[in-house]
């Protein structure tokens, strides 16, 4: 069965330094979606992507967040510069459709420190 | 603000025995609601999805409530297992100039004893 990717699984990083989380989508999917979890709390939505464009975004993802399809098959989220509180686990979902149900990838934990 | 609640916070329950879990919404304006199990260090997976105009959904011992009026939902979980210890999370979608706007709600913890 077809599923979501997502590299690194962990990464950790030094406040103020730049981050790319990859995600590989289900392939026939047209839809792409960022989330994040920060340890005990509930997910939180990011930013929605299609047709090479972001379709929506939440207040949290604001100008050292981009999202990027650089190819035909990786969904990336970038952060320019972290700081201590984008310690989260983020993770990658898609979608056939708008509406349809979103797949959730394993996810990559961030840690800024 | 969209918001999305849910209770119990956490349950324990025995092997075998049933539980509902719930969950009651102001997102508006309202497109779909959807019950997701998330393992412990995993990515949600979808158990049900429901739009304004369904009522009832099932996914095998899973079935999901929705009363649009009350804006409520329940999760059912029959003769419940040990596999099914895990974060039980109600989503409900707003339609906003044609993109979903999903609001989570903060998952009730379910631990299955054996």
């Known amino acids: 069965e077809p599923e979501v990717t997502q590299t690194p699984s962990h990464q950790v990083t030094q406040m103020g330094q730049e981050v790319i989380l990859r995600c590989v989508p289900i392939?026939?999917?047209?839809?792409f979606y960022w989330y994040r979890q920060i340890l005990g709390q509930k997910v939180e939505f990011l930013v929605s992507f299609y047709n090479n464009e972001i379709s929506e975004k939440s207040e949290i993802f604001d100008d050292q967040f981009s999202v990027e399809r650089p190819d035909g098959s990786n969904f990336t989220l970038k952060i320019r510069s972290t700081k201590l509180e984008d310690s989260a686990m983020y993770f990658c979902?898609?979608?056939?459709?708008?509406?349809?149900?979103?797949?959730f990838g394993p996810g990559t934990r961030l840690l800024v420190l | 603000k969209n918001q999305v609640e849910q209770s119990p916070q956490s349950l324990i329950i025995l092997e075998g025995k049933n539980c509902t879990l719930q969950?009651?919404?102001?997102?508006?304006?309202?497109?779909?609601l959807r019950w997701y199990k998330q393992d412990t260090g995993r990515g949600p997976v979808s158990l049900t999805i429901m739009t304004f105009s369904e009522n009832t959904k099932s996914n095998g011992r899973y079935t999901a409530t929705l009363d649009a009026d009350t804006k409520q939902s329940s999760l059912h979980i029959t003769a419940s297992q040990l596999s099914d210890s895990a974060s039980y999370i109600c989503v409900v979608s707003a339609l906003s100039g044609g993109s979903y706007i999903p609001t989570f709600g903060r998952g009730t913890s379910l631990i299955v004893h054996p």
């Open positions: 979902a898609s979608s056939p459709g708008a509406g349809g149900t979103q797949y």
């Open positions: 969950c009651n919404y102001t997102v508006s304006p309202f497109s779909n």
């Open positions: 392939s026939n999917h047209l839809y």
